[in-house]
């Protein structure tokens, strides 16, 4: 079932996407109930990436003393890493016991970094990016927008999920939105299935992509992240996914600075819209977008095998 759900204000209008993420999603905990993720894209510093970052599982803090020393080593080995690699480290925040948010300067391959990190037993990146910032865990938009303290983020775009696990376990890792390594700032959530997912993994792998979960959603990411490494631009990119991707999916993308959503031809997913000329609001429901509008306005679904952007 599952919920997904995306704002976005143009012109470079900045607002508390924190919280309106975190309302919109709220309105649609009953579409899945296991996890929420915000993708989340503020204004960052010149020159400054932001890492999002975990090194237990929610579940796996309960086990006791021992892990909490590995969340101790796993973090400090983290920090070594980054300074062997040539990072520099401008500040550093624990967002929870065992996720954490740093931002840090770097001048070289940016994958090569990454993957330096990763080899860290234990240790998963969920975003790199001058603007994204990449939150999800167990529980409901609200818990988990109280205990990663989204409250207040300002930004221009967001989209985040509600998820109903049926396909995988009920962890992070599982949990969406998908950051599309190594790609700074590309992210996606998905509501469907795909039928030709193994297929075109195993092309993006033997081109040198790797995946983390074994959810379709992240296919999504990494193949409009590799399309736009290509040279297509965003819309470009999502309209050939329609032709690529066989099954019933709707989609939201972001990057740094644009929204997009694309619906399969049998359009069986939900998805509606609402368009001002400041504001853009998508969800599974209406109900999420009338969350943070006090006034009335007008919504439409979007047509079958349609694909739409909007700039920040």
């Known amino acids: 079932m599952c919920g997904i759900a995306g704002l976005i204000w143009k012109g470079g209008t900045t607002s508390d996407i924190g919280s309106e993420m975190t309302q919109m999603l709220q309105a649609l905990k009953h579409r899945g109930p296991d996890s929420t993720g915000f993708a ?6 010149e020159g400054v990436f932001v890492l999002r970052f975990k090194v237990a599982e929610q579940e796996e803090m309960r086990k006791g003393f021992n892990i909490h020393r590995q969340v101790i080593e796993r973090r400090k080995t983290v920090g070594e890493r980054m300074q062997e690699m ?3 480290i401008i500040e ?13 300067k770097f001048g070289g391959d940016l994958k090569r970094l990454i993957d330096y990190i990763e080899d860290i037993e234990g240790v998963e990146i969920l975003s790199v990016g001058k603007g994204l910032e990449l ?3 167990l529980g409901d938009a609200k818990t988990v927008s109280e205990q990663y303290g ?3 983020f300002v930004g221009t775009h967001a989209i985040g999920h509600t998820r109903m696990a049926t396909e995988s376990d ?5 949990a969406h939105p998908y950051w599309a390594y190594p790609f700074s700032d590309v992210s996606v959530v998905h509501n469907g299935q795909l039928t030709n997912y193994w297929s075109n993994r195993r092309d993006l792998e033997r081109r040198g992509h790797r995946f983390m979960s074994n959810c379709d959603s992240e296919l999504i990411a990494v193949y409009i992240a590799d399309r736009i490494n290509h040279g297509d631009e965003l819309e470009s990119a999502m309209s050939r996914s329609i032709e690529e991707l066989d099954g019933v999916f ?7 600075d644009q929204l997009g959503m694309a619906k399969d031809v049998m359009a069986a997913k939900p998805m509606v819209l609402y368009e001002s000329d400041e504001f853009v609001g998508l969800a599974s429901e209406e109900v999420a977008i009338r969350s943070i509008f006090p006034r009335e306005i007008d919504t439409w679904d ?3 095998g349609e694909v739409k952007v909007w700039a920040a």
């Open 150 to 152: 989204l409250k207040g």
């Open 86 to 88: 040539g990072a520099e």
């Open 170 to 174: 009920v962890d992070i890792r599982s």
């Open 250 to 256: 709707t989609y939201l993308v972001a990057t740094s």
């Open 92 to 104: 550093q925040e624990e967002a929870t016991e065992y996720a954490f948010r740093y931002h840090f």
């Open 135 to 137: 939150i999800k865990d």
């Open 40 to 45: 989340l894209y503020g204004q960052g510093a």
């Open 302 to 304: 979007p047509y079958q």
